[in-house]
C-alpha cells in the first residue's frame, strides 16, 4: 500500500529538515577548525539561521505527520 501525498510531503519536510539542521550544525562547529578569524561571526550566524529553519522543518513536517495518521 503506498503513502498518501499527505504523508510523502510530511516524509520529505522532515527529511530536508534534518539535511539542513546537520548541516547547519557543521557549519556553526566550523570555526573550530578554522581558528580565530573576524569572519568567523558571520559563518556562525548563517550555521545557525540553518539549524533554525531544519529545526522549524522537523517539528512542522513530525506533527504534520502525526496529524495525518490519526485520520
Same mark, same amino acid.
Given at each position: ?9 510530511a516524509r ?5 529538515? !534534518? ?13 573550530? !577548525? !578554522? ?8 559563518i556562525v ?20 505527520? !502525526?496529524?495525518?495518521?490519526?485520520r
Open positions: 500500500m503506498t503513502d498518501p501525498p499527505h504523508f510523502r510531503g520529505r519536510t522532515v527529511l530536508i529538515g !534534518l539535511a539542513l539542521f546537520f548541516a547547519g550544525a557543521l557549519i556553526t562547529l566550523s570555526p573550530i !577548525l !578554522l581558528g580565530r578569524g573576524s569572519l568567523n561571526r558571520f550566524v548563517f550555521g545557525l539561521v540553518g539549524v533554525f529553519i531544519g529545526g522549524s522543518c522537523v517539528i512542522h513536517g513530525g506533527w504534520d505527520w !502525526l496529524r495525518g495518521r490519526g
